[in-house]
């Protein structure tokens, strides 16, 4: 690597800290994880997100599971350093006003700003000062208004914060493509034009990367016209919407990012096939998600490390050697991880859950595509072998966005079903599902399961976490599964391979079978072979699915730009562009 690359990372939530409420769910965590991957390698980036000075929310559920929300306020005067720059981004025709809090990803070989935007300055009116209070709040033009300040504000930013060598502005997901009105702006001197030139749409397509990550075409943000053009208004509204990426008339953040970028990739292989299909015509390449191992593995594992390869912290690849490791020392490490998880339940719920039962672990964003149900299809099954085979219990957790009722009646079916099981199978549903609470119940279960409906998981993150943790996964074949399952080796699969929509009575058919057949049976009755399987988990996937690869993954693939791209543009003069046309933004050849 070389200096003058630098990577700036827009993404609407970052997870920072556990107790900072500034993500929602797993694009937030990945985002933050991505960061402090790239700290530790050293790679040149700067990150830019919102305050979200009310966060996600806390979530509550009564005895029932219904959940009711109160907002998650927190104070960046007490916790950030502000910057003393203000910028001003248009919206409605009015000027807002927007300020940024500093935060500093540390790590081994660097660190890596992050600046929370924020429009809460008296100069503002008092709905332009909340614009940046509440992750996914509000309605459609809420969430526009807010994408206006990450993008274009997020921008204007960087260059007021003197960030003047950004080589690539690094989309993670749709909501941070108005960054392209800001470099369109940019282009222009600061105005913005009323056509986008073959010339302007070159430099910038040679400037963006973007990450796509979700599979579901109605999970990507849209905007109706009439919206755009009253936030945005002319010519701005007429520019955006004219790009080949967006269809009737809307305004499709996917595409604009799409048309946009140099490079774009989904979240895993499976993700790359079904992002090609939703949008053909694009070259849509894949980098598989991964995890900060240092963040997730819990304490027993970082000493088990440290005591074999203390290299494991500055170079995640030496996780692959505990294949050499004694089973018996995971198996205690994991011991020690679980009565953590069992103390956590106890002190939350009062329920005392039995350190020796086989305990599943599922939690994730309640929502319908994830079926936190599923297990729950057949309980008389459940029931029968929970008493012939070996007791069961599992441990639930996730929130549900306030608007989405499905998800919401996720967690009352689970709620209800707990009910209906107690006397034979413990299950228990913690509130408040956040990454805290993600690192305890990650390493403390002894089977991470996951049913989502194929194939609408794009990766998913959570069983990355286990199996740092040596947990293996119980999981339909999508996302990231569909690479990391080695039968027996990593885990278990549920159900068959293949692009079609999973049929759920079957997929709940494999579970059991796959409970009842062979996970039962091997943590019972075997319990070194059980450790084999968690030892060969570390080493086939906890060395791989980490954040070090993947952010390397990302500076060779996405971030990294060709001696003939450099020369092809140093040639080149281009007004208004900083340094794209100088040789300082050209890693030195
Ligand atoms: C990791 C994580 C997620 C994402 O998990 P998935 O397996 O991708 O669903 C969501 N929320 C929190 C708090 C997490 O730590």
Not at 178 to 184: D, E, K, N, V
Not at 319 to 327: D, E, F
Not at 524 to 549: C, H, K, W
Request: aromatic content about 8%; some cysteine.
């Amino acid at each position: 690597m070389t200096a003058p690359l630098t990577v700036a990372y827009f993404s609407m939530e970052v997870g920072l800290e556990p107790d900072l409420p500034t993500y929602s769910g797993g694009l937030g965590v990945l985002a933050g994880d991505t960061l402090r991957g790239a700290a530790d390698l050293g790679v040149p980036m700067v990150a830019v997100t919102l305050v979200h000075r009310k966060g996600y929310f806390h979530q509550h559920l009564d005895t029932k599971g219904t959940q009711s929300e109160t907002p998650a306020e927190w104070s960046p005067e007490s916790r950030l350093e502000p910057m003393p720059q203000r910028v001003g981004v248009t919206i409605e025709g009015r000027t807002v006003l927007v300020r940024a809090w500093r935060y500093l990803v540390r790590g081994l070989l660097g660190v890596v700003p992050v600046y929370l935007l924020d429009t809460n300055l008296e100069e503002n009116s008092e709905w332009d000062r909340r614009l940046t209070d509440t992750l996914y709040g509000g309605d459609l033009h809420y969430r526009l208004c807010q994408e206006v300040v990450l993008g274009v504000g997020g921008v204007e930013f960087l260059h007021a914060a003197g960030h003047d060598s950004v080589t690539t502005y690094h989309m993670n997901e749709g909501h941070a493509a108005l960054l392209i009105l800001g470099l369109l702006e940019e282009f222009a001197g600061g105005q913005v034009p009323q056509e986008v030139s073959e010339e302007a749409r070159e430099v910038i397509r040679h400037r963006c990367v973007f990450t796509t990550h979700t599979p579901i075409p109605a999970g990507h943000d849209q905007f109706p016209a009439e919206l755009v053009r009253g936030v945005l208004g002319e010519p701005a509204a007429s520019l955006l919407l004219a790009c080949d990426g967006c269809l009737d008339g809307i305004l499709n953040m996917t595409g604009l990012a799409l048309t946009f970028s140099r490079y774009v990739n989904g979240v895993g292989m499976r993700h790359e096939e079904i992002s090609r299909g939703i949008f053909p015509g694009y070259p849509i390449n894949s980098i598989t998600n991964g995890i900060h191992a240092l963040t997730w593995a819990a304490e027993p594992f970082r000493e088990l490390y440290d005591r074999h390869f203390p290299e494991w912290r500055r170079d995640n690849l030496y996780l692959r050697y505990v294949i050499n490791v004694p089973p018996g020392e995971i198996a205690v490490a994991h011991e020690a991880c679980k009565r953590q998880l069992l103390a956590e339940v106890d002190q939350r719920t009062g329920v005392k859950l039995d350190p020796s039962a086989l305990t599943l672990g599922f939690a994730r964003r309640a929502a319908a595509y994830k079926r936190a149900d599923l297990l729950f299809t057949d309980p008389d099954r459940l029931r029968r072998f929970a008493h012939t085979a070996g007791p069961l219990q599992i441990v639930f957790a996730g929130k549900a966005h306030p608007r989405d009722e499905g998800g919401k009646a996720q967690i009352r079916r689970v709620f209800e079903a707990a009910a209906n099981l107690k006397a034979d199978v413990r299950v228990v549903y913690l509130e408040e599902y956040d990454i805290a609470l993600a690192r305890l119940l990650c390493a403390g279960a002894d089977v991470w399961l996951n049913t989502p409906l194929k194939p609408q998981e794009a990766s998913g993150t959570s069983g990355m976490k286990a199996a740092v943790n040596g947990v293996p996964s119980l999981s339909i074949l999508d996302g990231w599964w569909v690479e990391g399952c080695l039968e027996g080796l990593t885990g278990w699969a549920i159900g068959e391979d293949g692009g079609k929509p999973g049929d759920p009575e079957r997929e709940a058919a494999s579970l059991y079978d796959k409970l009842e057949h062979v996970i039962v049976p091997l943590f019972y009755d075997r319990p070194l072979a059980f450790a084999e399987v968690m030892r060969s988990t570390i080493a086939l996937n906890g060395s791989y699915y980490n954040a070090q690869r993947m952010v390397a993954q990302y500076v060779r693939n996405a971030y990294a730009i060709s001696a003939e791209e450099c020369e092809g543009r140093s040639g080149r003069e281009v007004p208004g562009i900083r340094s794209v046309s100088s040789a300082a933004s050209c890693p030195a050849a």
